[in-house]
């Protein structure tokens, strides 16, 4: 899937700044891995886990807004993972098949929720109060302000945001994952983008 | 917007990003020039990206961490059998169980009925990649519903026949389609349905107001932005005259 970016405030999960490589096994050794835990290894599966868990947690976190919720989801998700690798014949990647997994749980999850929607200007303050704030305060409302922008998104389009952004996926990889065709993937992601325009446009001139 | 809009819409980031072809970046660009629509949905597109890219770059921002391995099963009141269990459930997959007498019956005889095609009527199992693979004489022609263009809302997800002028002919470069829009009266740009050919192939295509016969499946695109009938896949079509 590529390098996943750092983030420049810090928090990825392992508390340090920096990157870390995602899992782009050849198939050869992912399906070493799967038949190794069909075999009963623990240890197999620990190391799947470790491969996969950072990416999955960056997916959840994102799609969902909040870690305490996202670490219940992360759990569902493997678990479901860990059950469903008896039956795994190969059709799709491995990468492919947990992420189905996730976006699936995240899914289900926002349904169950109402999801309460902070209005963006909220978030940025009056003009008063920009104007008043510092450079700091003005770059941390920014990010806050863009990062709601994205969190305020109807699912199906965040989820394109986030994979396309964050996971830096191609059009065929999104495809594959979400189960639809590129073109339909290319035209969900173009609405994604115009509607974030739309949202911010009332914050241009301080964005 | 028009059928075309829609698939030049589909290139923008591709543009954006550097990723068509000098050839495709001109006409994108001449598209865009001479259409007022998708000259404006290009900025809000081109502005969201950024805005895209800058998200990527700041993250989430939540704070928090995934569980640890050991922390997976907590709150679950069992391991899910663990991987033993696992392991001698997927053994028994792969290998294959044995199968009830009905289960053996029901495959022998589907076996027997696949054999008897493949002998007796071997171009049903030609494989359908295109739209010259499957003869109307193969397929019945008896199965394909004569529709005309405008009466396609009666008719979806049928397998139908039709007939019609080519308007416009396009290709889809990401998806490796062909699109042919066929219209019913030659001077008018509707009623109209969109067909769509999968694997064209080095299928000849058939020119602009040339007259044809399509047969194929019936299907309606809700997607925004197209919301059109459709025929997709196509089968197979027959150029009536040039």
Same mark, same amino acid.
């Given at each position: 899937? *590529? ?40 240890? %197999?599966?620990? &190391? ?34 860990? @059950?469903?690798?008896? *039956?795994? @014949?190969? &059709? ?29 200007? %909220? ?25 709601? %922008? ?22 065929? &990889?999104?495809? @594959? ?31 | ?17 550097? $990723?068509?072809?000098?050839? $495709? ?37 939540? $704070? ?46 589907? !076996? ?83 067909? $769509? ?24 695109? !809700? ?20």
């Amino acid at each position: 899937m *590529g390098l996943r970016r750092g983030y420049s405030d810090g928090m990825v999960p392992d508390g340090s700044l920096g990157q870390s490589l995602t899992l782009k096994a050849p198939p050869e050794v992912e399906r070493g891995i799967v038949l190794a835990v069909q075999r009963g290894d623990d240890e %197999a599966f620990r &190391e799947l886990y470790e491969a996969y868990r950072d990416p999955i947690w960056t997916l959840v976190v994102s799609l969902v807004g909040d870690s305490l919720q996202a670490q219940d989801i992360c759990q569902n998700v493997f678990f479901k993972a860990f @059950r469903g690798l008896g *039956g795994f @014949r190969f &059709e799709s990647c491995l990468f492919t098949w947990i992420y189905r997994i996730a976006l699936n749980e995240c899914r289900n999850h926002l349904r169950r929720r109402h999801v309460f929607l902070v209005p963006l200007e %909220a978030i940025i303050g009056s003009h008063d109060e920009i104007d008043a704030a510092s450079a700091s305060d003005w770059s941390n409302a920014r990010r806050a302000a863009l990062r709601a %922008a994205v969190m305020q998104l109807p699912f199906k389009m965040r989820e394109v945001v986030v994979l396309k952004y964050l996971e830096d996926m191609s059009y065929r &990889e999104m495809s @594959r994952v979400l189960g639809c065709p590129a073109g339909t993937v290319a035209s969900r992601l173009n609405r994604a983008l115009a509607e974030l325009e739309e949202r911010l446009r009332p914050l241009r001139g301080f964005l | 917007m028009s059928w075309r809009c829609s698939f030049r819409r589909r290139r923008f980031l591709p543009y954006l990003e550097g $990723e068509v072809s000098r050839r $495709e970046a001109m006409r994108l660009e001449k598209h865009l020039a001479g259409c007022r629509k998708c000259g404006e949905f290009f900025t809000r597109v081109r502005i969201g990206h950024q805005v895209g890219r800058q998200f990527g770059r700041i993250g989430p921002g939540i $704070e928090g961490r995934p569980p640890e391995f050991a922390e997976l099963w907590k709150g679950k009141e069992t391991k899910p059998g663990g991987p033993e269990r696992l392991a001698r459930d997927a053994r028994a997959t792969l290998r294959g169980r044995r199968l009830a007498p009905a289960a053996t019956a029901l495959i022998t005889l589907a !076996a027997a009925a696949f054999i008897a095609v493949a002998v007796f009527n071997p171009g049903i199992l030609r494989r359908a990649d295109g739209p010259s693979a499957v003869s109307p004489a193969t397929i019945g022609y008896a199965g394909f519903i004569p529709v005309r263009i405008r009466e396609f809302a009666s008719h979806n997800r049928s397998p139908v026949v039709t007939e019609g002028f080519v308007r416009e002919v396009y290709f889809d470069e990401q998806e490796k389609t062909l699109h042919i829009k066929l219209v019913e009266i030659p001077q008018k740009s509707e009623p109209f349905v969109i067909c $769509e050919i999968r694997s064209p192939g080095s299928m000849a295509i058939p020119p602009e107001g040339s007259r044809i016969r399509v047969y194929g499946m019936a299907r309606y695109d !809700a997607q925004p932005g197209r919301q059109w009938h459709e025929v997709n896949p196509v089968m197979t079509l027959a150029v009536l005259n040039r």
